[in-house]
C-alpha cells in the first residue's frame, strides 16, 4: 500500500497545473492518467498553437448553470498569472483576434512547462493506469485500487475533463466518481461544435462548401461576430461553434452575411443614382459569387437594379442579413472541443473546488459544469480551478 498526499485523477491541463501547486506546498503528490501520454489535448489544442488564454477574461465568457461559481478562481488566478508563467519559461506567443493568445511555435511549450514544472517538485506522473476502485475509508483518507497498485491519499482531485474526442483518451470515469459520491451531474452535451444539416438543406448548401464569410451568428441567446465556414457536413468556423453552445435541439439560427452593412441602404441609394447593373453584380462586391447564387433566387439576380421593386428588396435583405437555418444536429463528441453541463457547482466549494459534502474529494476543468467561449478561454479555467484546488489539496 503505497501512502500519497493527493492523487489527482488526469495528467490535462487542469490536473497538472493542481500537482504543481500541490507540490509546491510540499504536497506528495500522484498524477494518475489512463493515457499514454499526459496533456494530449493541450498539443491538439489551438490547431497545434494551444490558445492558452484570452487578454480579456470575464465570468460572461463562461455558461454554467451557477453563473457566479467561475469568478472567484479567475480572479485569483488571472490570464497574467498564467502569462507570468509563460513569461518565466520564455515561451514566444501573439495575439490573434479578440484578444485570444497562442503560442507562436507549438503547443508543445505549454505541455513542457507544465512538466517541468511537476519534475522540480517530484510530482509522479504514472501514464497507462487504470483505476478500479475508489473508497472513502474514514474521514480523512481514501482507498484507490488501480491495475498497477493500492495507493492510501489524503485528497483525490478529479481532472479527468470532458467527453470531447473520445480518441483521445476522454472518458465519463469523472461523473461516474460524482454519482458514486452522490454529487449531482448536469445534463452533458458536445459543445464548441460544427452544426451538420437536414438533408434538404445539406444537398442545396454542398456547392458551398469551402466558403468562409464574416458573418454574425445569433439566436435568442446569444450573438456572435465572426467567420462561419461552409463544410461538406454542414457549418463550422468559429461564429458556427461558439453559437453551438447556447443552441438547443431543433432550434433555428440566425445569420447576418454582411454585419457591417445596411444592406437595404445601399441598394436603396444605388437604384436612386439610377445604377442599372444587375443586382448580382452589386453583391458580387459583397459576399462569394457562389453564396449569392444560392441566397438568392436568379430571377431577381439577373435583373436590373431599377427593376426591382421594394418587395424585391425586402426579400433580399431578409436572404442575407436574416438568413435562418435548422441545423439537423451537431458532429457531436467526436469534433467537439468542450462539453456543456458536468459536475453540479452548487455542490462544489468555488474557493476551493471541493465538494460540500465529500471532505477530500476535489473536481477541477471541464469536468465540472463551467464551459468557456471559443477563445482560450477553456484552458484559463482549467488553469484557475487547476491552481485554486492545489493551495487546499
Ligand atoms: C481539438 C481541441 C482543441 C482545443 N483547443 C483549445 C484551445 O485552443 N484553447 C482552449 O482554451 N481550449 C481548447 N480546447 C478545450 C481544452 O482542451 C479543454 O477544455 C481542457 O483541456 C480541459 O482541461 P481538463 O484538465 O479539464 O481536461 P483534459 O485536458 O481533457 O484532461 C483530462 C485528462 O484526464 C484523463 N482521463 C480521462 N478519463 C480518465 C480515466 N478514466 N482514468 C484516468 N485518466 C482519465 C485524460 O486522458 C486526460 O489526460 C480544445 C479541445 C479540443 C478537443
Not at 447564387?293 to 433580399?316: G, R
Request: proline share 3%; with cysteine; charged share 20%.
Amino acid at each position: 500500500m503505497q501512502k500519497i498526499d493527493v492523487v489527482v485523477i488526469g495528467a490535462g491541463a487542469s490536473g497538472l497545473m493542481c500537482a504543481i501547486e500541490a507540490g509546491k506546498r510540499g504536497r506528495k503528490v500522484m498524477v494518475i492518467d489512463h493515457a499514454n501520454k499526459a496533456g494530449k489535448k493541450i498539443l491538439m489544442s489551438g490547431g497545434g498553437r494551444c490558445n492558452f488564454t484570452n487578454y480579456q477574461v470575464d465570468a460572461e465568457n463562461f455558461i454554467s448553470q451557477n453563473s457566479h461559481f467561475c469568478k472567484s478562481a479567475l480572479s485569483r488566478f488571472s490570464q497574467w498569472d498564467f502569462l507570468a508563467m509563460i513569461d518565466q519559461y520564455q515561451i514566444p506567443f501573439h495575439e490573434r483576434s479578440h484578444g485570444q493568445l497562442f503560442c507562436d511555435d507549438s503547443a508543445k511549450n505549454i505541455l513542457d512547462m507544465l512538466l517541468a514544472e511537476c519534475k522540480k517538485i517530484n510530482v509522479d506522473i504514472q501514464l497507462n493506469c487504470t483505476i478500479n476502485i475508489i473508497k472513502k475509508i474514514s474521514d480523512k483518507e481514501f482507498h484507490l485500487k488501480t491495475d498497477k497498485d493500492n495507493i492510501q491519499c489524503q485528497s483525490v482531485v478529479v481532472a479527468t475533463g470532458g467527453l470531447s474526442i473520445p480518441k483521445m483518451g476522454a472518458t465519463a470515469y469523472g461523473y461516474q466518481i460524482a454519482e458514486q459520491f452522490d454529487i449531482n451531474v448536469l445534463p452533458v452535451c458536445a459543445a464548441l461544435v460544427p452544426f451538420t444539416l437536414q438533408p434538404d438543406d445539406k444537398e442545396r448548401y454542398s456547392a458551398l462548401s469551402g466558403i468562409a464569410v464574416p458573418c454574425e451568428v445569433s439566436n435568442q441567446r446569444q450573438s456572435f461576430k465572426e467567420n462561419v465556414l461552409f463544410t461538406h457536413r454542414g457549418l463550422s468556423g468559429p461564429a458556427i461553434l461558439q453559437i453551438s453552445s447556447y443552441w438547443k435541439a431543433g432550434e433555428l439560427v440566425q445569420v447576418n452575411f454582411l454585419p457591417e452593412l445596411d444592406v437595404r441602404q445601399m441598394l436603396l441609394e444605388k437604384r436612386n443614382n439610377k445604377v442599372k447593373m444587375q443586382l448580382k453584380t452589386i453583391l458580387a462586391e459583397y459576399l462569394p459569387k457562389r453564396l449569392v447564387d444560392v441566397l438568392i433566387q436568379q430571377k431577381l439576380l439577373i435583373s436590373s437594379l431599377q427593376d426591382l421593386s421594394n418587395k424585391d428588396l425586402t426579400e433580399v435583405v431578409k436572404n442575407i442579413e436574416n438568413w435562418q437555418i435548422k441545423p439537423n444536429g451537431t458532429e457531436g463528441y467526436r469534433t467537439a472541443e468542450v462539453t456543456l453541463g458536468g459536475v453540479d457547482c452548487s455542490e462544489i466549494s468555488s474557493k476551493t473546488m471541493q465538494s460540500l459534502t465529500v471532505p477530500g474529494l476535489f473536481f477541477v476543468g471541464e469536468v465540472l459544469d463551467v464551459t468557456g467561449w471559443l477563445g482560450g478561454y477553456n484552458f484559463q479555467w482549467a488553469w484557475a480551478s487547476g491552481w485554486c484546488a492545489g493551495q487546499y489539496v
